[in-house]
């Protein structure tokens, strides 16, 4: 049972344009909201995060929003730039056990074109 | 620089050995979590470590387990090597305890395949 969905495995963009990057979650439980992004043999860098009490996160050119209702979010990156080229993951976690242990989706490979 | 690096980077092993897995975390990363990344899927969660002390665990069986050291280096051990173990195994630490959500830094993962 997939907990965490990340439904489009790929995305492409031209360079200058807006990526819109989706997740969607099915635990009611989960209150803290991940962004990664990796790049071929490297592993995951942290991008951005959401707590569930914003709707709104923003970081420079990247913003994550929060639908708690729809249990959805999403990373929206403006202006793409060939460099964010990369699979970017979303991420979840309830922290009511107090330990924040993650859930990942599939990832999105995201292809922003010179 | 992530500040996390894990070694091997690859290792070829054969169906029913034991390897271990080796992560050195940044300085005052107290908590550390395992992760399991299958060929085209994300990350899967095995465990975590806290102050050298099983703080959580996945969907994994027993012969999957770990230990944590007070130098902030940590191991990851895989007895009875299966086919399905082959795998990017992912260590990521995080400053503070568990229950302080700052992210995790993850290193660049080993590559385990078994033969």
């Known amino acids: 049972d997939q907990q965490v969905k990340q439904n489009s495995p790929s995305l492409s963009v031209q360079e200058g344009r807006i990526s819109i990057l989706n997740c969607d979650y099915t635990?009611?439980?989960?209150?803290?909201f991940l962004w990664y992004k990796k790049y071929p043999a490297e592993g995951p860098t942290f991008l951005i995060s959401i707590s569930s009490i914003k709707d709104k996160n923003e970081d420079g050119r990247f913003t994550v929003f929060l639908n708690k209702s729809a249990k959805h979010l999403s990373l929206h990156i403006v202006p793409s730039q060939p460099g964010d080229s990369a699979v970017y993951f979303c991420?979840?976690?309830?922290?009511?056990?107090?330990?924040?242990?993650?859930?990942f989706g599939t990832g999105t490979r995201l292809k922003v074109l010179a | 620089e992530t500040g996390v690096t894990q070694s091997p980077t690859h290792l070829i092993k054969t169906r029913g050995q034991q390897v271990t897995l080796r992560c050195s975390s940044q300085s005052g990363h107290n908590t550390v979590s395992w992760y399991q990344q299958a060929l085209g899927q994300g990350p899967q969660f095995i465990f975590q470590y806290y102050r050298e002390e099983e703080n959580g665990r996945g969907n994994f069986p027993p012969r999957f387990s770990g230990l944590q050291f007070p130098n902030y280096s940590s191991e990851l051990n895989v007895n009875a090597l299966e086919l399905d173990d082959s795998a990017l195994y992912l260590c990521?630490?995080?400053?503070?305890?568990?229950?302080?959500?700052?992210?995790?830094?993850f290193g660049s993962g080993t590559r385990l395949t078994v033969v």
């Open positions: 635990n009611s439980m989960f209150d803290y």
């Open positions: 991420a979840a976690s309830p922290s009511t056990s107090g330990t924040y242990k993650y859930i």
């Open positions: 990521a630490s995080s400053l503070g305890s568990p229950g302080q959500n700052y992210g995790y830094t």
